[in-house]
């Protein structure tokens, strides 16, 4: 329904997506994460046709045979809404905070499938209802302060939902809300994505969310997909060093405060920081932070190495070569 | 709401109500017929039938004033309407198009504003002959290039908030989001700026009626009053000086207001006071 074939979008002399190939079928639930600046939500723009003017973009991205790579704005609006809809990070600044919520929902009903305003409503009161909102005939006409953020989130599902897409890209929904609405959240996702059919690309940093909701994961790393996988799989066992050490420095409630001399435990990191764009490394990007690196990592970008039958991961160790 | 207002906007308002007070008042009621002439009558002082005096023809002056009051507040508010209905058109469609469309409207501003409004009311009046019409129009002109200007940095800034971005996700076409996201949130920068150019256009009116570019005879303008006062400025002075106190009140008036009207939509501003 997807699909990127050696996907990449830089900015001047920075690429912030590298040679990404994905294939999003129907009702597939994909994880995608990764560090902050990992170009997640560069992918995430990417497939909504959304990416900043400034970015030089190749490689192909179809959607359901179409070539998109180019496609002007105009084409994009249809694709929009109906193929595929997007839910953002923050729900406090995502809803304009002069109109009714009724009315932002409504909006795409009106302008993409022609409805009157009356069927628009009848529409907006079923997807809220469905989205879980209690007493969505008066919701409809609060403004957003008037709501809580988890209250505000499932509206903009709604919204996104409007339009019944094929592929709902949620991008870190539920960061910024506590973890108890977090939970729902994700449930609520899981569940719309399930009943209608819906594919759903979850985007995030959150391990155990992704756990939850999604059947396959890809990891990236500074724009680079290092790692794919089943979740379960790639979660339980990872094969490149990167997602090991992201999964490394998840805390253990259960370690003991202090270690054997007393001293106080500290939280396991990854050393160093993502460097930013411009200075990648040319060849992995993980190169320099990577504590099992090759010589020639720097240099070489690393292909896919197949792990196993429907895994893979783009490590030189996984090459045949010997540490 | 117990937020002190703040004084420049009290200030303000009060001139304002004045101004367009009394010039609502003159559509109603004038003291005298601002026209009539009454030649054996003229020059005369203060007086309960004349509260201001006559002019050097015998008109009643407070009639004539309030007359002018009515035609700068239409002149101004037409042309602020006008110039500024098409400046944030143009400024809304270059946030909204970007690329060259963008830089040749901004392009376009900045040639207007290097402009003079008074060459290019000259310019009109010479080519249609001088009239209020004309008048109107090139306050109006020189409105355009101001408004787009401001609707286009405020819009700019307005297109990258998260809302925008949910607009566009859920499908929306950058002329609906135009008008259904960006122009009501910046709405209030453009009423500021509207209030300020309402002080300019009366300005402009004046200079322009002054000049005998604007209102001809026998309509009343505040800038016309001052320019037959002018040959009598040592003989009768308070002619040029009630106008002239006029101009200085309805432009300081809604000068005020409009700075007021800024304090109160930024939110910095009010919480430090």
């Known amino acids: 329904m997807f699909e990127l074939d050696d996907f990449s979008v830089s900015f001047g002399s920075g690429t912030a997506l590298r040679y990404a190939n994905l294939e999003i079928r129907e009702g597939d639930r994909l994880g995608i994460v990764g560090e902050s600046g990992s170009g997640k939500t560069m992918l995430a723009l990417c497939l909504m046709g959304m990416a900043p003017d400034a970015a030089t973009i190749s490689g192909r991205l179809s959607i ?34 002069l109109r009714r919520i009724g ?37 409809m006409r609060m403004f957003p302060h008037e709501l809580s953020g988890g209250q505000r989130q499932r509206v903009l599902i709604a919204l996104a939902l409007a339009c019944n897409p094929a592929l709902l890209i949620a991008d870190e929904p539920t960061t910024a809300l506590d973890a108890n609405v977090a939970l729902r959240i994700t449930d609520l996702l899981v569940r719309l994505a399930h009943e209608r ?8 940093h959150d391990l155990a969310a992704v756990a939850r909701t999604t059947e396959n994961i890809v990891v990236m790393y500074g724009g680079d997909m290092v790692e794919r996988g089943p979740t379960a799989q790639v979660l339980a066992n990872p094969a490149h060093p990167y997602t090991k050490g992201l999964l490394g420095a998840r805390p253990d409630p259960t370690a003991p405060a202090r270690d054997a001399n007393g001293k106080r435990r500290r939280l396991p990191t990854l050393p160093g920081t993502v460097p930013p764009l411009s200075a990648l490394p040319q060849g992995c990007r993980f190169s320099g932070r990577c504590a099992v690196e090759l010589d020639y990592c720097a240099t070489t970008r690393a292909p896919d190495h197949a792990v196993d039958a429907n895994r893979a991961a783009a490590c030189h160790l996984l090459g045949g070569v010997k540490p | 709401m117990n937020r002190r207002l703040p004084v420049n906007f009290i200030i303000g308002a009060v001139l304002v109500a004045l101004v367009v007070g009394t010039a609502a008042l003159s559509l109603v009621w004038t003291p005298h017929d601002a026209t009539q002439l009454t030649i054996s009558n003229k020059f005369a002082a203060p007086s309960s039938t004349h509260w201001l005096g006559t002019d050097q023809l015998g008109r009643d002056v407070l009639s004539q004033l309030m007359a ?20 944030v058109a143009l400024g809304l469609l270059a946030s909204a198009i970007g690329g060259w469309v963008e830089d040749g409207v ?19 009046a010479a080519v249609f002959g001088p009239s209020l019409t004309n008048a109107v129009l090139a306050i109006a002109f020189i409105n355009i290039p101001v408004f787009a200007r401001v609707t286009r940095g405020a819009a700019n800034q307005v297109w990258t908030y998260d809302y925008v971005l949910a607009s566009r996700a859920a499908g929306l076409n950058r002329f609906a989001i135009s008008r259904d996201h960006i122009l009501p949130n910046i709405a209030a920068a453009i009423i500021v700026q509207a209030t300020i150019e309402f002080a300019v256009a009366i300005l402009a009116e004046a ?7 604007g209102a001809q005879p026998p309509a009343s303008s505040w800038g016309r009053i001052l320019s037959e006062a002018q040959t009598l400025m040592y003989i009768a002075p308070q002619l040029a000086i009630y106008p002239g106190l006029c101009i200085v009140v309805a432009v300081v008036g809604f000068g005020l207001l409009g700075d007021g009207l800024r304090d109160m939509s930024d939110p910095r501003l009010s919480r430090e006071r």
């Open chain 2, 106 to 124: 901004m392009r376009l501003a900045d040639l207007g504003f290097a402009f003079p409004a008074l060459l290019f009311a000259i310019m009109l």
């Open chain 1, 64 to 97: 359901d045979g179409q070539d998109m790579t180019h496609a002007n704005e105009r084409l994009w609006q249809q694709m929009r809404a109906r193929r595929v809809a997007m839910i953002f990070q923050e729900p406090m600044t995502a809803l304009n905070p």
């Open chain 1, 197 to 204: 059919g819906m594919a759903l690309v979850f985007i995030t």
């Open chain 1, 103 to 139: 009315d932002t929902v409504m909006e795409p009903l009106i302008v993409h499938d022609g409805l009157s305003r009356a069927q628009a409503r009848m529409r907006v009161l079923a997807l809220l209802e469905e989205v879980g909102i209690p007493d969505p005939p008066a919701r």
């Open chain 2, 68 to 87: 002018g009051a009515r035609n700068s507040m239409a002149v101004a508010l037409v042309a602020v309407l006008l110039g500024g209905s098409v400046g």
């Open chain 2, 207 to 213: 200079a322009l009626s002054y000049l005998g570019l």
